[in-house]
């Protein structure tokens, strides 16, 4: 890593407007989630040689089987967050229900909530495919001096002051967004250092790849079916390439470099779609946006949703402008499936 390439503790101390209102806070509130990330990248990296990867035969609450890293990443995460004294609450794809921070563990004067998924696509650890951790950090709606409750929760998208993710794959890259723009971090593990390596970061307007479990055509919408034939046709600069890695973190990335279209829909398996509107899609549609990108349930922009439940799930399309803008041309002649 050349030496005169930034770190990530430079660049938000460079960057301090970025975090207008936070008083510092949303700075520590960073440090601690890429201190955690470097703990669960410690473990993730050394997987395969210990006894840790496999089922833990525990379910979360939406009856999947949890990995033990999802576990042991869960932990690191709140753990890290609770301890240092720097949220009012939080709320973690592997949790059922949002924690409260205490007024004893300085909760209650906090301003800040973290959404988080620990370890998104865990089903890829034991083959050792990547995996990434996904945040998304809001200021509270309650007032300060009273405990968190679930209004803070429950925000739209756009309300976002912070998201980002962590992905541990060939090599570990934080890429998060203030707002202010995209920007990548990767992380020299000899040094334990971020460094800035992907400033500014776009999605190109329009891309060659499209990503989608076609294993689930049949269970597909017609809007959706109609766009994969699309995307298969010998036309123009078609027909486009099919790359699905089932990491939602590593397709994105992959997507936003060379520009491409990730999608989730709905299918008569999961009517409401797999991916979590808090969790997943409202952090990644944030960075798509500051990235130039677009993101929506195809037909609204995942930012727009009111949202009711925690653990709410949400179809998800996002990548390069024009190609979910095509997709959603798609959606559109079936209006009723909405
Ligand atoms: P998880 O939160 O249980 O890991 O599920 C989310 C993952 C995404 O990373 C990925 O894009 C998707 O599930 C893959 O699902 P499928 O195997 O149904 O294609
Ligand atoms: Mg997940």
């Known amino acids: ?170 090599s570990t890259m934080l890429v998060y967004t203030t707002g202010h723009g995209v920007n990548g971090f990767t992380l020299n593990p000899a040094l334990g250092t971020y460094y800035l390596s992907h400033p500014n970061m776009q999605f190109p307007q329009t891309g060659k790849v499209y990503s989608i479990n076609e294993g689930n055509y049949v269970h597909f919408p017609q809007g959706v079916k109609d766009y994969i034939k699309y995307c298969q046709r010998e036309e123009e600069d078609r027909p486009y390439t099919s790359r699905y890695i089932g990491s939602l973190v590593s397709d994105f990335h992959r997507n936003m470099i060379k520009g491409g279209v990730y999608i989730y829909p709905t299918s008569s398996k999961a009517p409401k779609g797999k991916l979590r509107l808090l969790y997943e899609c409202n952090p990644m549609a944030f960075l798509a946006e500051q990235a130039g990108g677009k993101a929506s349930d195809g037909y609204v922009s995942i930012l727009d949703i009111e949202p009711t439940e925690l653990h709410q799930r949400v179809p998800f399309f996002v990548g390069s402008v024009k190609m979910v803008e095509k997709a959603e041309s798609f959606m559109a002649m079936y209006p009723h499936e909405h």
Request: with cysteine.
């Open 1 to 170: 890593m050349p030496n005169s390439l930034k770190t990530l503790g430079e660049y938000i101390i460079e960057n301090q407007t970025h975090f207008q209102y936070a008083e510092g806070e949303l700075s520590r509130l960073m440090n601690s989630i890429t201190l955690a990330a470097k703990v669960v990248n410690h473990e993730v990296n050394k997987a395969g040689l210990v006894d840790i990867t496999g089922a833990s035969g525990n379910e979360n609450i939406q009856g999947e089987q949890q990995q033990k890293l999802d576990v042991f990443a869960n932990t690191v995460f709140i753990n890290t967050l609770k301890r240092r004294d720097i949220v009012c609450g939080f709320a973690s794809e592997e949790e059922d229900d949002f924690v409260i921070v205490p007024e004893e563990e300085g909760g209650f004067h906090h301003k800040y909530i973290v959404l988080i998924d620990p370890l998104d696509g865990s089903s890829n650890i034991d083959v050792n495919v990547s995996v990434g951790t996904i945040f998304s950090i809001y200021r509270r709606v309650s007032p300060v001096g009273t405990p968190v409750n679930q209004s803070d929760f429950l925000q739209k998208g756009r309300n976002q002051v912070a998201a980002g993710y962590i992905v541990y794959g060939t």
